[in-house]
């Protein structure tokens, strides 16, 4: 009994992941495929990139911010504070930019694509549009991607430059003046660590925006299958986001 249901679940999450890859190299094929939808792209870029602003100042000011403070705290006894630009640099740049920004982002936007296409699933909205003969991933899912590989690049070196200001605020309340606080950078961050900062958020925006769309577009149950279906496109979006970090950065270690 037990071996049957695990082979049951086994073979539900590789059917999963098989169109869900499938789905993505669709979607990623008509990029530059005509017709463009510019309209509905600059939409969604609107309401997934500019509409994220401000939640990812917070999460980049408010983490820049504890880190600075839990640095110091541990360098001031060895009297090394004036590594503390530095350290929240490498931190936020490498890792925890990336990854907060796109978790918060995940959040939000994640169960927003679910919910818009689980609803126009549920109202047959999808189905009219393929008696149509509209190519639903070129109107419904391409659009959603590239305003997300677009935007989420973007959001995360907004998290980084806002969590380095306000590292620098609280580092200024110890005594380390602007100078000491830039001159870390150069010690601790090298071009690479660069290129993982901005190809982490082009992965992590690309999971969120095809996490959202495939859950969506496998909505069905009415009102209570496009709550459900939201929750599950953000906590796969998120286990997604995490363990892709893992691996980019083992991959970049490599290349060290």
Same mark, same amino acid.
């Not at 994640?110 to 008696?131: C, K, N, P």
């Not at 969590?163 to 870390?184: F, Q």
């Not at 993982?196 to 299958?225: D, N, Q, R």
């Given at each position: 009994?037990?071996?049957?249901?695990?082979?049951? $679940?086994?073979?539900?999450?590789?059917?999963?992941?098989?169109?869900?890859?499938?789905?993505?190299?669709?979607a990623?094929?008509?990029?530059?495929?005509?017709?463009?939808?510019?309209? /509905?792209?600059?939409i969604?870029?609107?309401?997934?990139?500019?509409?994220?602003?401000?939640?990812?100042?917070?999460t980049?000011?408010?983490?820049?911010?504890?880190?600075? $403070?839990?640095?110091?705290?541990?360098?001031k006894?060895?009297?090394?504070?004036?590594?503390?630009?530095?350290?929240?640099a490498?931190?936020?740049?490498?890792?925890?930019?990336?990854v907060?920004?796109?978790?918060?982002?995940? !959040?939000?936007?994640?169960?927003?694509?679910?919910?818009?296409?689980?609803?126009?699933?549920?109202?047959?909205?999808? /189905?009219?549009?393929?008696?149509? !003969?509209? /190519?639903?991933?070129?109107?419904?899912?391409?659009?959603?991607?590239?305003?997300?590989? $677009?935007?989420?690049?973007?959001?995360?070196i907004?998290?980084d430059v806002?969590?380095?200001?306000?590292?620098y605020i609280?580092?200024?309340?110890?005594?380390?003046?602007?100078?000491m606080?830039?001159?870390?950078?150069?010690?601790?961050?090298?071009?690479? /660590?660069?290129?993982?900062?901005?190809?982490?958020?082009?992965?992590?925006?690309?999971?969120?925006?095809?996490?959202?769309?495939?859950?969506?577009?496998?909505?069905?149950?009415?009102?209570?299958?496009v !709550?459900?279906?939201?929750?599950k496109?953000?906590?796969?979006?998120?286990?997604?986001?995490?363990?892709?970090?893992?691996?980019?950065?083992?991959?970049i270690?490599?290349?060290?």
């Amino acid at each position: 009994m037990g071996i049957a249901i695990i082979d049951r $679940l086994l073979i539900r999450f590789f059917a999963d992941l098989q169109n869900f890859c499938t789905l993505s190299c669709r979607a990623a094929a008509r990029i530059f495929r005509k017709p463009g939808y510019y309209r /509905d792209f600059a939409i969604q870029f609107d309401k997934l990139g500019f509409g994220s602003l401000f939640i990812c100042f917070l999460t980049g000011l408010f983490t820049g911010m504890v880190m600075a $403070l839990q640095f110091i705290i541990q360098l001031k006894p060895f009297a090394a504070t004036s590594y503390v630009g530095g350290m929240v640099a490498v931190t936020m740049i490498k890792e925890l930019g990336p990854v907060l920004a796109s978790l918060m982002v995940a !959040g939000r936007v994640g169960s927003a694509i679910t919910a818009e296409l689980g609803t126009m699933m549920v109202t047959e909205q999808v /189905d009219a549009m393929r008696v149509e !003969g509209t /190519d639903i991933i070129q109107r419904l899912v391409t659009p959603r991607l590239k305003a997300m590989l $677009l935007a989420m690049p973007l959001l995360t070196i907004l998290t980084d430059v806002v969590s380095l200001l306000g590292g620098y605020i609280i580092a200024a309340g110890y005594g380390i003046n602007p100078t000491m606080y830039l001159s870390a950078f150069t010690q601790f961050i090298v071009p690479l /660590d660069y290129l993982e900062g901005l190809v982490k958020p082009l992965v992590f925006g690309g999971l969120i925006a095809m996490t959202g769309c495939y859950v969506g577009l496998g909505t069905g149950g009415g009102a209570e299958g496009v !709550g459900s279906a939201a929750k599950k496109a953000v906590v796969a979006s998120s286990i997604m986001i995490l363990m892709c970090d893992f691996f980019i950065a083992k991959i970049i270690v490599v290349f060290r």
